[in-house]
């Protein structure tokens, strides 16, 4: 059990997506969604995998500030809430101009949002 609250808790190199091909392919063969100021494009994966994440911040944005605190709070929400995901996927998420200034509170509903409209959450009665 330490070592699963160990990986809960953290954000590992095997959760990131960072190879261009990666992000490529998930764009081309996966969803996409938009909700808030965020945008998704996901794959499903098959079960044994677990959830990775990737994070896009264009340079609109703002300045790099700004574009680090996006990719910040993006991965705190992934990373607190990736255990309710009613199957593992590869997700790509790209912050939007509306994130700068934005409360944690604010971009985590918008990220929960995003994923329930999805269907990648599990249902609450689920468990």
Same mark, same amino acid.
């Given at each position: 059990?330490?070592?699963? #609250?160990?990986?809960?808790?953290?954000?590992?190199?095997?959760?990131?997506?960072?190879?261009? !091909?990666?992000?490529? !392919?998930?764009?081309?063969?996966?969803?996409?969604?938009?909700?808030?100021?965020?945008?998704?494009?996901?794959?499903?994966?098959?079960?044994?995998?677990? #959830?990775?994440?990737?994070?896009?911040?264009?340079?609109?944005?703002?300045?790099?500030?700004?574009?680090?605190?996006?990719? !910040?709070?993006?991965?705190e929400a992934f990373r607190l809430n990736?255990t309710g995901f009613s #199957?593992?996927?590869?997700?790509?998420?790209?912050?939007?101009?509306?994130?700068?200034?934005?409360?944690? #509170?604010?971009?985590?509903?918008?990220?929960?949002?995003?994923?329930?409209?999805?269907?990648?959450?599990?249902?609450?009665?689920?468990?």
């Amino acid at each position: 059990m330490a070592a699963e #609250s160990t990986q809960q808790q953290g954000f590992a190199r095997a959760d990131r997506i960072k190879a261009s !091909r990666e992000f490529a !392919r998930i764009k081309l063969d996966g969803q996409r969604l938009v909700s808030g100021c965020l945008i998704a494009n996901w794959r499903r994966l098959e079960m044994p995998a677990s #959830s990775r994440l990737g994070v896009i911040t264009p340079g609109r944005i703002g300045r790099a500030v700004d574009r680090n605190r996006a990719r !910040r709070l993006v991965r705190e929400a992934f990373r607190l809430n990736r255990t309710g995901f009613s #199957s593992p996927v590869d997700l790509v998420i790209i912050a939007r101009n509306s994130i700068v200034g934005k409360p944690y #509170s604010g971009v985590e509903k918008d990220f929960l949002t995003l994923l329930r409209k999805a269907g990648l959450l599990r249902l609450e009665r689920e468990g």
